[in-house]
Nanobody, 119 residues
Framework: QLQLVESGGGLVQPGGSLRLSCAAS????????IGWFRQAPGKEREGVSCISSSGGSTNYADSVKGRFTITRDNTKNTVYLQMNSLKPEDTAVYYCARSRLCVTQFDYWGQGTQVTVSS
């Protein structure tokens, strides 16, 4: 059964850090790029970051560049999003999704994990 399961969300104070995980099962993760997206209440979903299947290429939204880092461990079938210097505007539900390439359509999504940045 194909699955993407996000974890690691929670409540953190401004300036704090979280590491999100996206665990894949039911398919060969190393064949796919993985993207992280987020959606805040009342806002459209936005792309946060993406990593190529090999991990050799990454990209970031301007709003998170320099604060977030995406990595992957294909031996563990997991992609990570390290989030540092968190801001209240980072509050959202974060989703991971798979695609053949970061520029092609994402065809399968996880259920999301809530990140709340608040004092």
């Amino acid at each position: 059964q194909l699955q993407l399961v996000e974890s690691g969300g929670g409540l953190v104070q401004p300036g704090g850090s979280l590491r999100l995980s996206c665990a894949a099962s039911g398919f060969t993760l190393s064949y796919y790029a993985i993207g992280w997206f987020r959606q805040a209440p009342g806002k459209e979903r936005e792309g946060v970051s993406c990593i190529s299947s090999s991990g050799g290429s990454t990209n970031y939204a301007d709003s998170v560049k320099g604060r977030f880092t995406i990595t992957r461990d294909n031996t563990k079938n997991t992609v990570y999003l390290q989030m540092n210097s968190l801001k209240p505007e980072d509050t959202a539900v974060y989703y991971c999704a798979r695609s053949r390439l970061c520029v092609t359509q994402f065809d399968y999504w996880g259920q999301g994990t809530q990140v709340t940045v608040s004092s």
